[in-house]
């Protein structure tokens, strides 16, 4: 089945740029979405259609997207930045969703 | 403000069901697709069902396929799972999400989420 895959964690100091990609056969045509999980919290939505930022979320976090990779960059990193995220997307066919494994950002 | 509370988890034997209900306020129910999305202990996110805003069409993921079946109520603005022949594996935290779409019932967005409510197979 398709699958995306992550880094299962990146570690950065404050103040530096962390970057997570997210690999997947079907992100030319699908569009992929960010979430960040802290602990004992549900996810949050940060980046939608590769890179659009929802209201209320630090500009810090953008998206990027190219060919069948698609990037997470937070800027300026910060100690409470430090949490899980997921990128998401859906199979080519659009028959169902498919979450990537997650990467543990920690801030040094 | 959009919420979505969920309930009608707890402990169950294998084998045995649950139900559980998310009830939605703060937007217009009947016009989002809805979904159930499962994390089970410290390990990451897994979709588990979708429902069109109109209940015509539903999608499950392989690994309920056959033994979970969602439904929603608009006019209670309220979205359900049956889960039948539950098991081990199925031991998580399920979360209600709202799906924003993008041109098919597969493939959008979800915000927000609920907090979720934990389910535990265990005899």
């Known amino acids: 089945s398709y699958e995306l895959t992550q880094p299962p964690s990146v570690s950065v100091s404050p103040g530096q740029t962390a970057r997570i990609t997210c690999t997947g056969d079907a992100l030319p045509k699908q569009y992929a979405y960010w979430y960040q999980q802290k602990p004992g919290q549900a996810p949050v939505l940060l980046i939608y259609k590769d890179s659009e930022r929802p209201s209320g979320i630090p500009e810090r976090f953008s998206g990027s997207s190219a060919g069948t990779t698609v990037t997470l960059t937070i800027s300026g990193v910060q100690a409470e930045d430090e949490a899980d995220y997921y990128c998401?997307?859906?199979?080519?066919?659009?028959?169902?969703?498919?979450f990537g494994i997650g990467t543990k950002v920690t801030v040094l | 403000e959009v919420q979505l509370v969920e309930s009608g988890g707890g402990l169950v034997k294998p084998g045995g069901s649950l139900r559980l209900s998310c009830a939605a306020s703060g937007f217009p129910f009947s016009s989002y697709d809805m979904n159930w999305v499962r994390q089970a202990p410290g390990k990451g996110l897994e979709w588990v069902s979708s429902i069109s805003s109109t209940s015509s069409d539903v999608y499950y993921g392989d690994s309920v396929k056959g033994r979970f079946t969602i439904s929603r109520d608009n006019a209670k603005s309220s979205l359900y799972l049956q889960m039948n022949s539950l098991r081990a594996e199925d031991t998580a935290i399920y979360y209600c999400?709202?799906?924003?779409?993008?041109?098919?019932?597969?493939?959008?967005?979800?915000?927000?989420w609920g907090q979720g409510t934990l389910v535990t197979v265990s005899s």
């Open positions: 999400v709202r799906a924003f779409f993008v041109g098919a019932i597969i493939g959008g967005w979800f915000d927000p």
């Open positions: 998401q997307s859906a199979d080519n066919n659009g028959t169902y969703y498919v």
